[in-house]
């Protein structure tokens, strides 16, 4: 009897579970002495150390910001031979982005342990005059009809404030709030930058830098690194740490031209975030900690609301009464964010790091705890990239 071949590589098997297992923090702050490369490699270090493993292992490689062929120039610099490589970059969002597409990689068998890494000497070029700062992304394609009136990225994010403030009432307190906050998880983080607490006061007398941002709503700049080391399951026998459970995903774009955007009070995180809580069969409500992308204030409460920790509008009250805070109902940011720990430029690869350590119990003196000392379960990690044009959301969950 006539028997058909089927390939095994066809064959239909389940889907390998996916974790992370390795996660580490460069030198950051202010960083004079080493290269944006070397941050790179001092990260990754780190990571592979804190994993366990051996670096043999790493077949896989995400790597964008640096370099004219940001993966290959950076894994020639680590030594590696990828034979899985992601370069995907949409500003902030990044490397939640990144981190989904690595896990879906691993899931399907494409690779076995991909190594995501970031670094950046952002502050230390500008004070060396190496670079100049930047108020917008260019002037070519779509950006050419806005650059010409003075639509900085910074003027994007402010219009986008105003019209939320517009619509629901949201106020410039409710929005220093979330400034104030990100202090206060940062006052308890030894590595933040900024550490001293700061007032609502404070922040609104501050100079104004695009209204209605003063200077302390807007994230401070940083040198800095770090690096995330995802796995299959069948290697986390090997591991050093507990595994932290990559358990949903998702990602969105929705416009590059202001002019195309909708709606300035929706991001696409109410996409990314729909589809990633869907994807992990969790609700929002469920959730113990969140790191979310804080460029400005205006990002943290949108966010929040697009994500579905309260409802459209609600925002403005819902980051009030100390709930954002390390001990608050909802710890948002609990590092410091990039408001007051660090901000190296796509800072979306930290917020994965803080939420894998707030999941295993490392985060020290700015640790989140329930009742009875319990550690949180799940973790909720979203980035956005350019002016709200991308979203990247990734839920994590330990056992």
């Keep these: 009897m006539y028997r058909q071949f089927v390939p095994t590589s066809v064959i239909p098997r389940a889907p390998r579970k996916v974790a992370v297992v390795g996660v580490a923090l460069a030198e950051c702050g202010r960083v004079d002495e080493r290269t944006a490369y070397a941050l790179h490699a001092q990260a990754a270090r780190r990571a592979l150390a804190d994993s366990g493993l051996d670096r043999s292992v790493i077949d896989g490689f995400g790597s964008a910001g640096l370099g004219t062929l940001a993966p290959v120039e950076v894994a020639e610099y680590l030594g590696l031979r990828p034979t899985w490589v992601d370069s995907t970059s949409v500003g902030g969002s990044t490397w939640e982005v990144?981190?989904?597409?690595?896990?879906?990689?691993?899931?399907?068998?494409?690779?076995?342990?991909?190594?995501?890494?970031y670094g950046s000497t952002a502050r230390a070029d500008l004070k060396a005059g190496r670079r100049t700062a930047n108020l917008s992304l260019g002037a070519h394609g779509p950006l050419q009809f806005e650059a010409p009136y003075g639509h900085t990225l910074i003027a994007k994010y402010?219009?986008?404030?105003?019209?939320?403030?517009?619509?629901?009432?949201?106020?410039?307190?409710?929005?220093?709030?979330?400034?104030?906050?990100?202090?206060?998880?940062?006052?308890?983080?030894?590595?933040?930058?900024?550490?001293?607490?700061?007032?609502?006061?404070?922040?609104?007398?501050?100079?104004?830098?695009?209204?209605?941002?003063?200077?302390?709503?807007?994230?401070?700049?940083?040198?800095?690194?770090?690096?995330?080391?995802?796995?299959?399951?069948?290697?986390?026998?090997?591991?050093?740490?507990?595994?932290?459970?990559?358990?949903?995903?998702?990602?969105?774009?929705?416009?590059?031209?202001?002019?195309?955007?909708?709606d300035f009070t929706v991001s696409p995180a109410a996409v990314s975030g729909r589809l990633a809580f869907e994807r992990a069969g969790i609700r929002p409500s469920e959730i113990d900690v969140a790191q979310i992308y804080d460029a400005f204030t205006y990002m943290t409460l949108m966010t929040l609301e697009d994500l579905g920790f309260c409802g459209k509008g609600e925002g403005g009250a819902f980051v009030t009464k100390g709930r954002l805070l390390t001990d608050g109902e909802l710890p948002v940011n609990t590092d410091g964010g990039g408001l007051s720990a660090c901000h190296p430029g796509m800072r979306g690869l930290f917020l994965l790091v803080e939420a894998v350590r707030q999941l295993r119990g490392e985060a020290g003196g700015h640790q989140v705890r329930g009742a009875g000392g319990r550690l949180p379960r799940l973790a909720v990690a979203s980035g956005t990239g350019g002016w709200f044009c991308s979203s990247g959301t990734v839920v994590l969950g330990r056992d």
């Design 158 to 262: 402010a219009m986008a404030a105003r019209r939320h403030m517009h619509e629901y009432g949201t106020t410039l307190e409710q929005l220093a709030e979330v400034a104030v906050q990100a202090r206060g998880n940062a006052s308890r983080n030894p590595d933040a930058m900024y550490r001293t607490p700061i007032t609502v006061d404070e922040v609104l007398s501050g100079p104004m830098i695009a209204d209605p941002f003063t200077k302390l709503h807007c994230c401070i700049r940083s040198d800095g690194g770090c690096a995330v080391l995802l796995a299959a399951e069948e290697y986390v026998p090997d591991t050093a740490k507990p595994p932290v459970w990559i358990l949903g995903t998702g990602e969105c774009v929705s416009h590059s031209a202001t002019s195309q955007w909708e």
């Design 98 to 117: 990144m981190a989904a597409h690595a896990a879906d990689a691993i899931a399907a068998g494409h690779a076995n342990a991909v190594l995501l890494a």
